[in-house]
Protein backbone atom coordinates (compact mmCIF):
# COMPACT_ATOMS: atom_id res chain seq x y z
CA UNK A 1 0.00 0.00 0.00
CA UNK A 2 1.57 3.60 -0.71
CA UNK A 3 1.67 5.95 1.66
CA UNK A 4 -0.92 8.51 0.44
CA UNK A 5 -3.40 5.73 -0.12
CA UNK A 6 -3.21 4.64 3.44
CA UNK A 7 -4.14 8.32 4.29
CA UNK A 8 -6.81 8.68 2.52
CA UNK A 9 -8.24 5.34 3.32
CA UNK A 10 -8.15 6.38 6.86
CA UNK A 11 -9.36 9.59 6.72
CA UNK A 12 -12.54 8.07 5.59
CA UNK A 13 -12.44 6.55 9.32
CA UNK A 14 -12.20 9.91 11.05
CA UNK A 15 -15.21 10.98 13.16
CA UNK A 16 -13.40 13.62 15.24
CA UNK A 17 -14.51 17.40 15.29
CA UNK A 18 -11.42 19.15 17.09
CA UNK A 19 -8.05 19.38 14.72
CA UNK A 20 -6.61 18.54 18.38
CA UNK A 21 -7.63 14.95 18.49
CA UNK A 22 -5.01 13.45 16.58
CA UNK A 23 -2.14 14.84 17.97
CA UNK A 24 -3.41 14.24 21.62
CA UNK A 25 -3.67 10.88 20.57
CA UNK A 26 -0.60 10.58 18.83
CA UNK A 27 0.87 11.32 21.88
CA UNK A 28 -0.62 8.64 24.01
CA UNK A 29 -0.86 6.19 20.88
CA UNK A 30 3.48 6.61 20.85
CA UNK A 31 3.33 5.96 24.15
CA UNK A 32 1.64 2.80 24.58
CA UNK A 33 4.05 1.64 21.46
CA UNK A 34 6.90 2.30 23.52
CA UNK A 35 5.46 0.46 26.68
CA UNK A 36 5.31 -2.64 24.70
CA UNK A 37 9.09 -2.25 25.11
CA UNK A 38 10.22 -0.15 27.87
CA UNK A 39 7.64 -2.16 30.82
CA UNK A 40 9.83 -5.11 30.33
CA UNK A 41 13.16 -3.73 29.82
CA UNK A 42 12.39 -2.05 32.89
CA UNK A 43 10.76 -5.08 35.25
CA UNK A 44 13.88 -7.29 33.93
CA UNK A 45 11.37 -9.14 32.15
CA UNK A 46 12.93 -11.78 29.39
CA UNK A 47 9.16 -11.52 28.27
CA UNK A 48 9.14 -11.21 23.89
CA UNK A 49 7.02 -8.03 22.70
CA UNK A 50 4.21 -9.62 21.43
CA UNK A 51 4.75 -8.77 17.28
CA UNK A 52 0.53 -8.31 16.71
CA UNK A 53 0.74 -6.05 19.57
CA UNK A 54 3.45 -3.88 18.22
CA UNK A 55 1.51 -3.94 14.75
CA UNK A 56 -1.85 -2.99 16.81
CA UNK A 57 0.23 0.09 18.13
CA UNK A 58 1.85 0.86 15.85
CA UNK A 59 -1.39 1.13 13.62
CA UNK A 60 -2.95 3.69 15.66
CA UNK A 61 0.16 6.04 15.72
CA UNK A 62 0.14 5.74 11.87
CA UNK A 63 -3.48 7.00 11.60
CA UNK A 64 -2.92 9.82 14.32
CA UNK A 65 0.04 11.14 12.25
CA UNK A 66 -1.92 10.27 8.91
CA UNK A 67 -4.64 13.01 9.95
CA UNK A 68 -2.67 15.29 11.93
CA UNK A 69 -0.58 16.19 8.49
CA UNK A 70 -3.89 15.44 6.47
CA UNK A 71 -5.62 18.07 8.75
CA UNK A 72 -2.20 20.40 8.21
CA UNK A 73 -2.82 19.90 3.98
CA UNK A 74 0.28 17.76 4.18
CA UNK A 75 0.71 14.18 2.53
CA UNK A 76 2.23 11.39 4.25
CA UNK A 77 4.35 10.33 1.51
CA UNK A 78 6.02 14.03 1.36
CA UNK A 79 7.11 13.78 4.82
CA UNK A 80 8.53 10.21 3.76
CA UNK A 81 10.27 11.61 0.81
CA UNK A 82 11.09 14.39 3.02
CA UNK A 83 12.89 12.57 5.54
CA UNK A 84 14.95 9.95 3.76
CA UNK A 85 16.18 12.75 1.98
CA UNK A 86 17.40 14.51 5.08
CA UNK A 87 18.93 11.10 6.35
CA UNK A 88 20.64 10.48 3.18
CA UNK A 89 22.20 13.86 3.58
CA UNK A 90 23.55 13.42 6.96
CA UNK A 91 24.82 10.60 6.06
CA UNK A 92 26.21 11.21 3.39
CA UNK A 93 28.16 14.36 5.46
CA UNK A 94 29.08 12.08 8.27
CA UNK A 95 26.72 13.57 10.97
CA UNK A 96 23.91 10.78 10.64
CA UNK A 97 25.23 10.28 14.60
CA UNK A 98 25.25 13.80 15.37
CA UNK A 99 22.71 16.23 17.73
CA UNK A 100 20.44 18.33 16.31
CA UNK A 101 17.88 19.05 13.90
CA UNK A 102 19.34 21.46 11.62
CA UNK A 103 22.68 19.59 11.38
Not at 66 to 89: F, H
Amino acid sequence: MKFDDYQKAAAETAQYKDMFYPIASLMVESAELSDLFIKPMLRGDDKNVNRDDVISEAGDVLWNLSMLLKDQGVDLSTVAEYNLSKLRSRAERGVIKGSGGNR
